[in-house]
């Protein structure tokens, strides 16, 4: 078995997602953003005067540029630096080009993950050097979307949830297990891989999770279910949150259920400084949706809506960490703090494609590689779950290499990409 570190995902390997990626779907994402920029400028003249016309311009004619760099394969450009945030970001770029040297110094060659981050931390970027829209949300019309379209899975969920927190006899194994399944399953549910499109949704994908169950190509479902029963109590339960709408809904689940039955001390949940990713969840998107729960016409809804809304063991952080473009091997170096905080944590729940990218470093690996040893030098308690959305995976059984190359052959990697096949992964180190 490989005892060789694998080498980045880059977008200039041919016909890979990440190629595919660069060339179509990031070009597709800005361009929305600059559509629905045009679409609020009249509307915001009107309201707030014609300098927040021209914050508008700026930030359409600087993600206009962007686009065009990113097109023509152009070297990446540094932060203006005034936020440490940007001078931090400096740094990394620093590092990058030392490593790549100047001429893979751009948005094809360099690792197709530090980019990925870089484009919306410039996007971000572009917002804070304005005078009125430094704290502008470009996804927020997207992201409101798709939690209202996702009404009616929360409301039935919330039923549920109010049904077996009356039931103090229930068999806490089984909700356990049937909350982490419908977590995993609500990581379909990102804005980033539809290109900001609405989704598709599979309404019922939460009364049909015994059909989903063979798309789960690891499960560690049952042994983290154990862990979390007997390992967690007293301890913080982590969640590095991933997207805003259903898929925050069902993190918000398993949580309540934890607290309630008193499986850990608090749950942490861990969001992004600023927009990211198109649907990820930043501070206001958590609030907004802690509020619209808080005031949904469904009773259950309400009721779990205001209880989260005051519950003092759900604590909500974001630290810089999570939106710089290092994977989850530099966060002992880079947050020592943060890393530490994680290493007591009774588990660490890691939530979506990003967190698996950042967790395995964003390498092609060969897809049996042992999972421990993908993760390198990140040693703290984890648990991933996530449905496959990028060219990168590891620990896969001999029974699931099968289960996909019968169905696949060996060359087409569509599977990898597509959100349809999952992982449930633990690492207790
Ligand atoms: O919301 P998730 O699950 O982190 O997915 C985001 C992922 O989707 C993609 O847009 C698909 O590749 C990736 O860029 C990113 O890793």
């Known amino acids: 078995m490989s005892s060789v570190v694998a080498e980045p995902l880059i977008g200039a390997t041919p016909n890979s997602f990440a190629y595919k990626t660069i060339k179509e779907r990031w070009p597709k994402i800005v361009t929305k ?3 629905e920029l045009h679409r609020s400028y009249h509307p915001a003249v009107n309201t707030h005067g014609q300098e927040y016309g021209d914050d508008i311009n700026s930030i359409i004619a600087k993600i206009s540029e962007t686009r065009y760099r990113m097109e023509t394969n152009k070297p990446l450009l540094d932060f203006e630096g005034k936020t440490e945030d940007e001078k931090q970001w400096n740094i990394h770029l620093n590092e990058m080009l ?36 430094k704290d502008y949300d470009l996804f927020k019309v997207e992201k409101t979307k798709a939690f209202f379209d996702s009404k009616a899975q929360i409301q039935a969920l919330s039923v549920e949830l ?40 599979i309404h019922d994908m939460f009364q049909k999770l015994d059909q989903f169950a063979p798309m789960i190509l690891v499960n560690d479902i049952e042994i983290a279910v154990e862990h979390i029963m007997t390992k967690c109590k ?11 709408g259903l898929e925050l809904f069902t993190d918000f689940a398993l949580a309540e259920f934890i607290i309630d039955r008193k ?17 990820d969840v930043t501070e206001g998107d958590y609030k ?4 619209s729960l808080e005031n949904d016409e469904k009773e259950q809804v309400k009721i779990l809506g205001k209880r989260w809304k005051n519950r003092p063991e759900f604590i909500f952080k974001h630290e810089p960490f999570w939106t710089t473009g290092y994977s989850f091997w530099d966060i002992k170096d880079k947050n020592e703090k943060l890393f530490n905080e994680l290493k007591s944590a009774g588990l660490v729940l890691l939530k979506g494609d990003l967190c698996y990218r950042k967790l395995v470093g964003d390498r092609s690996w060969p897809i049996q590689t042992p999972f ?41 990697l569509t599977w990898m990409v597509t959100s349809d096949y999952a992982v449930a992964q633990l690492n207790i180190p």
Request: a negative charge.
């Open 372 to 412: 421990k040893f993908a993760l390198q030098t990140c040693t703290i308690p984890v648990f991933v779950l996530r449905t496959l959305k990028a060219e990168t995976v590891a620990g896969l059984s001999e029974n699931a290499v099968k289960t996909v190359r019968e169905k696949y052959g060996a060359d087409d």
């Open 263 to 279: 499986l850990a001390k608090n749950v942490i949940f861990h969001g992004k400084d600023y927009p990211w990713f198109v649907s």
């Open 288 to 291: 907004w949706v802690l509020n």
């Open 98 to 133: 030392e490593m790549a040297g100047e001429a893979n110094f751009t948005w094809y060659n360099l690792p197709w993950l530090f980019v990925e981050c870089y484009l919306y931390a410039k996007l971000h970027e572009f917002c804070t050097s304005t005078k009125h829209m």
């Open 162 to 201: 109010i049904d077996w927190e009356k039931d103090r006899n229930v068999d806490e194994k089984m909700v356990l297990t049937r909350l982490l399944q419908i977590d995993l399953w609500g990581n379909k549910c990102d804005l980033s891989l539809s290109c900001g499109d609405a989704h598709e949704q």
């Open 234 to 244: 007293g301890k913080d339960f982590h969640i590095v949150l991933d997207n805003a």
């Open 33 to 35: 953003v600059i559509d």
